[in-house]
């Protein structure tokens, strides 16, 4: 069946500008998660959904982040007044439950000019 | 310090060579781990999957845990260029969602 599916593949964008990512998660998961990996670094874990709800925004790292998933499917990421260092390409997974194993997308690479 | 620890590498081994890929730690909250392999450009895919201390195989690869010393291990045996990414350990809490990952080792198997 289909994977994770996550739209732009690519998206340049000037600083202060807004954007939007958008994950489709594998039909039928009800847990879905975003991870923003830096040029060099592992993924880091962003916000957690179960359902419509975010269970844990914890790696959030400010206000200008937030994602929301209004009908318990696909997500939305979104970053206002970007800055350079937003730049990385932000992984979406997602999983039958919580604790089960997570399907990664294949990322949207985000660079701020 | 960060929690997880892994060289980034980078690592080149010919056609038929044993590799072994180490993660530490350094909180012992953790308790599940697990190795990811990701292509160039793609998300990162499940190789290995551990609970606690001990080995668990799979094919070529195995997987080891020594919580006593905070380490983990995969091996990779016979190694083939189609090998050829970068391994990225990670691991979870009991809450077991939250996944925290090293760097990442990039390799290469040449033939």
């Known amino acids: 069946g289909a994977g994770v599916s996550q739209t732009p593949s690519n998206k340049v964008t000037e600083k202060g500008k807004y954007v939007e990512l958008r994950c489709d998660p594998i039909?039928?998961?009800?847990?879905l998660y975003w991870y923003r990996q830096s040029l060099g670094q592992g993924p880091e874990f962003l916000i957690y959904f179960q359902g419509t709800g975010a269970a844990d925004d914890s790696g959030l790292p400010n206000d200008r982040f937030f994602a929301v998933r209004p009908e318990g499917s696909v997500s939305t990421l979104k970053i206002q007044r970007t800055e350079r260092g937003d730049s990385a390409v932000y992984l979406c997974?997602?999983?039958?439950?919580?604790?089960?194993?997570?399907?990664f997308g294949p990322g949207t690479r985000l660079t701020v000019l | 310090q960060k929690e997880v620890e892994q060289d980034p590498g980078p690592l080149s081994v010919p056609e038929g060579a044993i590799v072994s890929l180490n993660c530490t730690y350094s909180n012992s909250a953790f308790q599940y781990f697990m190795w990811y392999r990701q292509y160039s450009r793609k998300g990162p895919e499940l190789l290995m999957y551990?609970?606690?201390?001990g080995n668990k195989e799979d094919g070529r690869f195995t997987a080891q845990v020594d919580k006593s010393s905070k380490y983990i291990s995969l091996f990779i045996r016979d190694s083939q260029p189609s090998d050829s990414a970068t391994y990225l350990c990670?691991?979870?809490?009991?809450?077991?969602?939250?996944?925290?990952f090293g760097k990442g080792t990039l390799l290469t198997v040449n033939p």
């Open positions: 551990t609970y606690s201390s």
């Open positions: 997974a997602s999983s039958t439950g919580t604790g089960d194993e997570q399907f």
């Open positions: 990670a691991m979870t809490r009991g809450s077991n969602y939250k996944l925290t």
């Open positions: 039909s039928g998961h009800t847990a």
